[in-house]
Protein backbone atom coordinates (compact mmCIF):
# COMPACT_ATOMS: atom_id res chain seq x y z
CA UNK A 1 0.00 0.00 0.00
CA UNK A 2 1.24 3.51 -0.48
CA UNK A 3 2.52 5.20 2.35
CA UNK A 4 4.40 8.57 2.60
CA UNK A 5 6.63 8.89 5.99
CA UNK A 6 7.99 12.16 7.77
CA UNK A 7 10.32 12.56 9.72
CA UNK A 8 9.61 13.49 12.79
CA UNK A 9 8.54 16.89 15.01
CA UNK A 10 11.49 19.82 14.99
CA UNK A 11 12.06 22.78 17.29
CA UNK A 12 14.49 25.27 15.59
CA UNK A 13 15.66 28.98 16.99
CA UNK A 14 15.16 31.99 14.86
CA UNK A 15 17.48 31.99 11.94
CA UNK A 16 17.78 28.46 11.61
CA UNK A 17 17.08 25.88 9.34
CA UNK A 18 14.72 22.84 8.90
CA UNK A 19 14.85 19.98 6.56
CA UNK A 20 11.89 17.49 6.86
CA UNK A 21 12.16 14.02 5.20
CA UNK A 22 9.23 12.04 3.02
CA UNK A 23 9.94 8.01 2.75
CA UNK A 24 7.79 7.05 0.11
CA UNK A 25 6.81 3.22 -0.27
CA UNK A 26 4.42 0.88 -2.21
CA UNK A 27 5.11 2.69 -5.81
CA UNK A 28 7.28 3.35 -7.70
CA UNK A 29 8.96 6.23 -6.46
CA UNK A 30 9.75 7.96 -9.59
CA UNK A 31 6.50 7.79 -11.15
CA UNK A 32 5.02 10.42 -9.07
CA UNK A 33 5.55 13.96 -8.11
CA UNK A 34 5.88 15.13 -4.58
CA UNK A 35 4.08 18.08 -3.51
CA UNK A 36 4.71 20.06 -0.24
CA UNK A 37 2.42 21.88 1.69
CA UNK A 38 2.32 23.45 5.32
CA UNK A 39 -0.54 24.94 7.70
CA UNK A 40 0.47 27.42 10.45
CA UNK A 41 -1.91 27.02 13.58
CA UNK A 42 -4.85 28.65 12.92
CA UNK A 43 -4.24 28.89 8.94
CA UNK A 44 -5.24 27.43 5.54
CA UNK A 45 -3.26 25.06 3.31
CA UNK A 46 -0.29 26.65 1.69
CA UNK A 47 1.19 25.27 -1.40
CA UNK A 48 5.23 25.02 -1.23
CA UNK A 49 6.75 24.02 -3.91
CA UNK A 50 7.04 20.52 -6.45
CA UNK A 51 9.63 18.05 -6.78
CA UNK A 52 10.12 15.70 -9.86
CA UNK A 53 11.51 12.59 -8.20
CA UNK A 54 12.35 11.03 -11.61
CA UNK A 55 14.73 14.39 -12.67
CA UNK A 56 14.98 16.44 -9.41
CA UNK A 57 13.27 19.24 -11.04
CA UNK A 58 11.47 22.00 -8.01
CA UNK A 59 9.31 24.47 -8.96
CA UNK A 60 8.83 26.59 -5.94
CA UNK A 61 5.85 28.98 -4.41
CA UNK A 62 7.26 32.78 -4.94
CA UNK A 63 6.90 33.05 -1.41
CA UNK A 64 9.51 30.63 -0.84
CA UNK A 65 12.23 31.55 -3.77
CA UNK A 66 15.49 31.64 -2.12
CA UNK A 67 14.89 30.22 1.12
CA UNK A 68 13.45 26.32 0.15
CA UNK A 69 15.45 23.69 -1.27
CA UNK A 70 13.87 20.63 -2.14
CA UNK A 71 15.80 17.09 -2.95
CA UNK A 72 15.18 13.76 -3.66
CA UNK A 73 17.60 10.37 -3.22
CA UNK A 74 16.34 7.37 -5.51
CA UNK A 75 18.15 5.26 -3.96
CA UNK A 76 15.75 5.53 -0.12
CA UNK A 77 12.89 6.87 -2.43
CA UNK A 78 12.97 9.79 -0.12
CA UNK A 79 12.60 13.13 -0.61
CA UNK A 80 13.43 16.49 1.77
CA UNK A 81 11.81 19.64 2.12
CA UNK A 82 14.65 22.41 3.64
CA UNK A 83 13.57 25.91 4.56
CA UNK A 84 16.28 28.12 5.69
CA UNK A 85 15.88 31.46 7.64
CA UNK A 86 13.49 30.46 9.70
CA UNK A 87 11.15 33.46 11.55
CA UNK A 88 8.12 32.43 13.78
CA UNK A 89 5.58 32.65 11.19
CA UNK A 90 7.06 29.69 10.00
CA UNK A 91 5.73 27.12 12.82
CA UNK A 92 3.49 25.12 11.09
CA UNK A 93 2.51 21.23 10.22
CA UNK A 94 4.54 20.49 6.78
CA UNK A 95 3.05 18.11 4.77
CA UNK A 96 4.19 16.36 1.65
CA UNK A 97 1.84 14.68 -0.59
CA UNK A 98 1.43 12.76 -4.00
CA UNK A 99 0.94 14.12 -7.21
CA UNK A 100 -2.09 11.69 -8.31
CA UNK A 101 -2.91 12.87 -11.85
CA UNK A 102 -3.27 16.75 -12.82
CA UNK A 103 -2.02 18.51 -10.10
CA UNK A 104 -4.38 16.73 -7.74
CA UNK A 105 -3.04 14.48 -4.70
CA UNK A 106 -4.04 11.22 -3.71
CA UNK A 107 -1.75 10.03 -0.45
CA UNK A 108 -0.25 12.55 1.90
CA UNK A 109 2.34 12.35 4.72
CA UNK A 110 1.46 11.96 8.75
CA UNK A 111 2.24 15.84 8.99
CA UNK A 112 5.46 17.20 10.67
CA UNK A 113 5.05 20.16 13.56
CA UNK A 114 7.90 22.37 12.94
CA UNK A 115 8.38 24.99 15.70
CA UNK A 116 10.13 27.94 15.54
CA UNK A 117 11.40 30.03 18.53
CA UNK A 118 13.79 32.71 19.46
CA UNK B 1 0.04 34.22 -6.08
CA UNK B 2 -2.46 35.39 -3.59
CA UNK B 3 -4.87 32.95 -2.25
CA UNK B 4 -7.84 31.71 -3.93
CA UNK B 5 -11.08 33.34 -1.77
CA UNK B 6 -13.20 31.67 -0.26
CA UNK B 7 -15.83 32.04 2.48
CA UNK B 8 -14.24 31.58 5.76
CA UNK B 9 -17.65 29.60 6.83
CA UNK B 10 -20.78 27.91 5.82
CA UNK B 11 -23.59 25.56 7.33
CA UNK B 12 -26.61 23.37 6.47
CA UNK B 13 -28.39 21.46 8.47
CA UNK B 14 -28.45 17.46 7.57
CA UNK B 15 -29.98 16.42 4.45
CA UNK B 16 -29.51 19.82 2.72
CA UNK B 17 -27.25 20.92 0.16
CA UNK B 18 -24.51 23.83 0.43
CA UNK B 19 -22.32 24.83 -1.51
CA UNK B 20 -18.62 26.52 -1.22
CA UNK B 21 -17.32 28.85 -3.69
CA UNK B 22 -13.60 29.72 -4.92
CA UNK B 23 -12.68 32.44 -6.60
CA UNK B 24 -9.15 33.14 -8.57
CA UNK B 25 -8.42 35.23 -11.42
CA UNK B 26 -7.93 34.50 -15.16
CA UNK B 27 -4.49 33.37 -13.98
CA UNK B 28 -5.66 30.22 -12.20
CA UNK B 29 -8.78 29.21 -11.62
CA UNK B 30 -9.86 31.23 -15.15
CA UNK B 31 -7.39 29.82 -17.51
CA UNK B 32 -7.29 25.70 -16.73
CA UNK B 33 -9.35 23.28 -15.79
CA UNK B 34 -7.05 21.93 -12.82
CA UNK B 35 -9.00 22.71 -9.86
CA UNK B 36 -9.40 20.32 -6.99
CA UNK B 37 -10.97 20.43 -3.61
CA UNK B 38 -9.72 18.44 -0.56
CA UNK B 39 -11.63 17.78 2.83
CA UNK B 40 -9.63 18.15 5.68
CA UNK B 41 -10.37 17.25 9.16
CA UNK B 42 -8.21 18.51 11.73
CA UNK B 43 -5.42 16.62 12.86
CA UNK B 44 -5.64 14.10 9.74
CA UNK B 45 -3.79 14.51 6.34
CA UNK B 46 -6.56 16.36 3.84
CA UNK B 47 -8.78 14.11 1.48
CA UNK B 48 -9.29 14.70 -2.49
CA UNK B 49 -12.90 15.26 -2.99
CA UNK B 50 -12.76 16.42 -6.67
CA UNK B 51 -9.96 16.99 -8.97
CA UNK B 52 -10.13 18.72 -12.69
CA UNK B 53 -12.82 20.53 -11.69
CA UNK B 54 -15.55 18.29 -11.61
CA UNK B 55 -14.18 14.72 -11.18
CA UNK B 56 -14.71 12.18 -8.37
CA UNK B 57 -11.74 9.98 -7.52
CA UNK B 58 -12.98 6.29 -6.85
CA UNK B 59 -14.48 5.99 -3.47
CA UNK B 60 -16.19 9.50 -2.76
CA UNK B 61 -19.72 9.61 -2.89
CA UNK B 62 -21.70 11.65 -5.38
CA UNK B 63 -23.32 13.77 -2.78
CA UNK B 64 -19.92 15.72 -3.66
CA UNK B 65 -19.74 17.37 -7.21
CA UNK B 66 -17.90 20.78 -8.80
CA UNK B 67 -18.36 22.82 -11.08
CA UNK B 68 -16.52 25.75 -12.94
CA UNK B 69 -17.54 29.13 -14.36
CA UNK B 70 -15.23 31.82 -15.42
CA UNK B 71 -12.83 32.29 -12.50
CA UNK B 72 -15.24 31.09 -10.01
CA UNK B 73 -15.47 27.27 -9.77
CA UNK B 74 -17.59 25.94 -6.70
CA UNK B 75 -17.97 22.68 -4.76
CA UNK B 76 -21.78 21.27 -3.78
CA UNK B 77 -22.37 18.90 -1.40
CA UNK B 78 -26.01 17.47 -0.99
CA UNK B 79 -27.87 15.37 1.22
CA UNK B 80 -25.46 16.96 4.12
CA UNK B 81 -24.46 14.29 6.50
CA UNK B 82 -22.88 15.15 10.17
CA UNK B 83 -19.31 13.60 8.85
CA UNK B 84 -18.72 16.07 6.30
CA UNK B 85 -18.55 18.47 9.18
CA UNK B 86 -14.60 19.80 8.19
CA UNK B 87 -12.65 22.11 6.22
CA UNK B 88 -12.99 22.53 2.62
CA UNK B 89 -10.08 23.64 0.91
CA UNK B 90 -9.80 24.52 -3.60
CA UNK B 91 -6.93 24.31 -5.02
CA UNK B 92 -5.99 25.32 -8.41
CA UNK B 93 -3.32 25.34 -10.87
CA UNK B 94 -1.41 28.48 -11.44
CA UNK B 95 0.93 27.91 -14.36
CA UNK B 96 4.79 28.00 -14.06
CA UNK B 97 4.00 24.30 -12.25
CA UNK B 98 2.44 25.84 -9.40
CA UNK B 99 -0.72 25.73 -7.13
CA UNK B 100 -2.46 28.03 -5.15
CA UNK B 101 -4.95 26.98 -2.21
CA UNK B 102 -7.89 29.06 -1.06
CA UNK B 103 -8.33 30.09 2.34
CA UNK B 104 -10.47 27.64 3.24
CA UNK B 105 -14.22 27.14 4.27
CA UNK B 106 -15.34 25.37 7.48
CA UNK B 107 -18.49 23.81 7.20
CA UNK B 108 -21.09 23.30 9.98
CA UNK B 109 -23.28 20.85 9.68
CA UNK B 110 -26.49 22.30 12.02
Known amino acids: QVQLVQSGAEVKKTGASVKVSCKASGYRFTDYYIHWVRQAPGQGLEWMGIINPSGGTTSYAQKFQGRVTMTRDTSTSTVSMELSSLRSEDTAVYYC???????????WGQGTLVTVSS | QSALTQPASVSGSPGQSITISCTGTSSDVGSYNLVSWYQHHPGKAPKLMIYEGSKRPSGVSNRFSGSKSGNTASLTISGLQAEDEADYYCCSYAGSNTLVFGGGAKLTVL
Open chain 1, 97 to 107: AREWTSRATDY
